[in-house]
């Protein structure tokens, strides 16, 4: 009976002290993270790319370094005191772009949501631009071969 | 197949437009040097059109894709002028597809154009053979076509691996480059075949295209 006063003490700062066995603890907080989406122009994801991000005080030495996953993706959180443009650097085998993301603040941040922003063309535009190249093209031949069409 | 921006040093980038402004020195001596240059400018113009579009096309090949450069079939059909096509149009895709970058555009020229031109004196060999026999046409021509190709990726491969910044992972970055080099070797065969396919095509029906004596 005596040592009984021991246990609800016991209990009440249990869940302080650090516990190596049978549970885990996933801790969660909510911040500002940039998301990245890298993809080959034919919208296929580059997988495994390596990225490398630059703060906006020293755009020389990279202030983190990581992989794409499977569907080519990679977040980070910026430091939320260096604000500027934030260049992040993807490259796989050769090939690869790279591009700077504004950081503003939190509210800015909020503003983006879960749009993304960059990216290419749609394969319709696509097409038009190149129909567009083509024409122009064509219409070189032509004005070159106009003298051939009057002769014959 | 395209180098981008930021991808090489701005030295090799540099070199770049150095080597193509002579490469386009040396050809357009030589088309000066035609009777009437102006003449061959339509077949330039829509070889050069193909080459600007080949690039949007895209041929699944598992587990990754590839899209045809005809550089091959452009230095076999155009000789001297296949250059400066290749360039005008690897200019156009980087301005409006970002395929390559313009301070990488001397680099791809030289990387892309050069062979070319070395394929149409490859293909030139076929007149070795006596005019009749249409086997040496095809087979040149396939060589020529599937050449080129091989050729750039090797310079391109050159090129990436000897630049890999210091703050990448070059083991990763290498296993990846020489994994694309597998898949050029593929592309080289089929743009072998597609230029046998359509040099044989022009044999039949516009023979004067190749320089042919039909």
Redesign the interface.
């Known amino acids: 009976m005596r040592c009984l006063w021991f246990l609800p003490v016991a209990i009440v700062f249990l869940p302080a002290v650090p516990v190596f066995a049978h549970s885990t603890v996933i801790e969660h907080r909510q911040t500002n993270a940039i998301e990245i989406r890298a993809m080959y ?2 919208g ?1 994801p580059m997988t ?1 790319a ?1 990225v ?1 991000v630059y703060a906006p005080d020293n755009p020389s ?2 202030w983190l ?1 990581g ?1 794409t996953t499977e569907d080519g993706r990679f977040a980070f959180v910026p430091n939320p005191d260096m604000e500027g443009e934030w260049d992040v ?1 993807v ?8 591009i700077s993301v504004p950081v503003e603040g939190s509210q800015q941040a909020a503003q983006s949501g879960k749009n993304w922003q960059g990216g ?2 749609t394969t319709l535009q ?1 097409i038009l ?2 129909a567009l ?2 024409w122009g ?2 219409g ?3 004005f ?2 106009r003298n ?1 069409f009057h002769q014959t | 197949m395209h180098i981008p921006d930021g991808i090489v040093p701005p030295a090799i980038a540099i070199g770049g437009y150095a080597i193509t402004g002579g490469m386009i020195w040396y050809s357009l001596r030589k088309i000066n040097q035609f009777y009437n240059p102006s003449e061959e400018i339509p077949r330039a113009s829509l070889l050069t059109a193909a080459f600007f579009v080949a690039s949007l096309i895209h041929i699944p090949l598992p587990p990754a894709s590839i899209h045809l450069v005809l550089n091959g079939l452009v230095g076999v059909v155009l000789g001297y002028f296949a250059f400066p096509a290749i360039l005008i149009g690897l200019f156009f895709q980087a301005v409006m597809f970002q395929h390559g970058g313009l301070s990488t555009l001397g680099v791809n020229a030289a990387m892309m154009g050069i062979p070319a031109v070395l394929s149409y004196h490859l293909f030139q060999f076929h007149q070795w053979f006596p005019t009749p026999q249409r086997r040496p046409l095809i087979i040149f021509a396939f060589l020529a076509g599937a050449m080129a190709l091989a050729l750039s990726a090797l310079i391109f491969t050159a090129l990436v691996i000897t630049t890999i910044p210091a703050e990448m992972n070059p083991q990763l970055e290498r296993q990846g480059i020489y994994l694309g080099l597998v898949g050029y070797s593929i592309q080289a065969v089929i743009e072998g075949v597609f230029t046998m396919l359509l040099v044989s095509f022009l044999q039949r029906v516009k023979p004067e295209l190749l320089d042919i004596k039909k």
């Open positions: 122009d034919n296929e495994e390596q490398t030495d990279p370094k992989i650097k490259r796989k085998a050769g090939h690869g772009d790279f290419g063309y696509k631009m190149a190249g083509v093209f064509i070189t031949a032509l070159f071969a051939r």
